[in-house]
T-cell receptor
């Protein structure tokens, strides 16, 4: 498709389990972002990739959260030992970097994670 | 994490009325953005502002980048039912004038339009 694709759209898991969320960015977009949106709040930055490397991971809340983008396209957000407070919508966005463009973000529909 | 102060939190208006919402920050930004989010969707960019004092329009939407670089407002004129949704402001600081980097979002303004 033409937009940012995220899977799964919904994930229900039990406390303590491991979860992976996938993001497929817009083709050709070199930058990829993960945000977390809790109920009634705006999105909060988690991590940003430029190509394969994490350019800024200052928003990851703790070492249970990790993200990879091994080939500079698809990214996976990994959450270990999930806690109830991890319940949120996880949004992925991508942008095109380069001379002459503004690099604005295009968001996916999000993956809603519920930890019971 | 840090979020911008966005107001009002919610608005209930009649179709045809004008709407104004604003966003303030304790830090300066060199880009201000306004997004709209519908239920079950990701935020969609409405307007981007890149220079202090800039006033930009997109159809019935008008937004301004405050002179102090710590605030922005969004106006919607002649509201229609499809304007319903949550509106978010977002700021970005890019050292060296690059065009990428993390956004800091406001808490959102929930807009309800009665026909």
């Amino acid at each position: 498709g033409a937009g940012v694709s995220q899977t799964p759209s919904n994930k229900v898991t039990e406390k303590g389990k491991y979860v992976e969320l996938r993001c497929d960015p817009i083709s050709g977009h070199t930058a990829l972002y993960w945000y977390r949106q809790s109920l009634g709040q705006g999105p909060e930055f988690l991590i940003y990739f430029q190509g394969t490397g994490a350019a800024d991971d200052s928003g990851l809340p703790n070492d249970r959260f990790f993200a990879v983008r091994p080939e500079g396209s698809v990214s996976t957000l990994k959450i270990q030992r999930t806690e109830r407070g991890d319940s949120a919508v996880y949004l992925c966005a991508s942008s095109e970097q380069g001379v002459g463009n503004t690099g604005e973000l295009f968001f996916g529909e999000g993956s809603r994670l519920t930890v019971l | 994490g840090q979020q911008l102060n966005q107001s009002p939190q919610s608005m209930f208006i009649q179709e045809g009325e004008d709407v104004s919402m604003n966003c303030t920050s304790s830090s300066i930004f060199n880009t201000w953005l306004w997004y709209k989010q519908d239920p079950g969707e990701g935020p969609v960019l409405l307007i981007a502002l890149y220079k202090a004092g800039e006033l930009t329009s997109n159809g019935r939407l008008t937004a301004q980048f405050g002179i102090t670089r710590k605030d922005s407002f969004l106006n919607i004129s002649a509201s229609i039912p499809s304007d319903v949704g949550i509106y978010f402001c977002a700021g970005r600081w890019n050292a060296g004038g690059t065009s990428y980097g993390k956004l800091t979002f406001g808490q959102g303004t929930i807009l309800t339009v009665h026909p």
